[in-house]
């Protein structure tokens, strides 16, 4: 079984309710900090080809239920991936298919402060979380 960080703390209204960048971004670190370092799952077979920080993502099914683990040794990286896994972590694959990760997070506007390099690995990391759900959009 792969290791559960208690992101209970997350809320996302309150990411949206920031009123500017820095505050956000100010959020996006401290949530970050929640992921345990999982040195174990450092391991070829989890990195994530097109990041350009190395960053791991495994993937377990519990009966109907998905459950992510990310690591990376940037607070930024990490920080957006608590963002994907409080969406993704105890749904259902159909959850998950229903709803577009990718538009959710656009949402967020996160995209237009973040450097390029950070958008693409992000959207990398959504990729390969659908990707090992079975929703290959």
Not at 75 to 100: E, F, P, W, Y
Request: hydrophobic content about 45%; proline content about 4%.
């Amino acid at each position: 079984m792969i290791f559960r960080d208690d992101l209970g703390a997350v809320k996302l209204p309150e990411l949206m309710a920031a009123s500017n960048w820095q505050q956000q971004y100010k959020l996006i670190i401290q949530w970050g900090k929640l992921l345990s370092p999982k040195p174990d799952m450092r391991l070829p077979a989890n990195l994530i080809k097109g990041c350009e920080l190395p960053v791991w993502l495994v993937h377990e099914q519990e009966g109907e239920r998905h459950y992510f683990a990310f690591a990376s040794d940037s607070s930024v990286m990490n920080g957006l991936a608590v963002l994907l896994l409080v969406q993704l972590n105890g749904k259902t694959s159909a959850q998950i298919s229903a709803g577009d990760l990718a538009q959710s997070m656009r949402g967020l506007g996160l995209e237009k402060h973040l450097t390029p390099s950070r958008n693409n690995g992000f959207n990398r990391i959504i990729e390969r979380a659908l990707m090992l759900v079975g929703d290959q959009r």
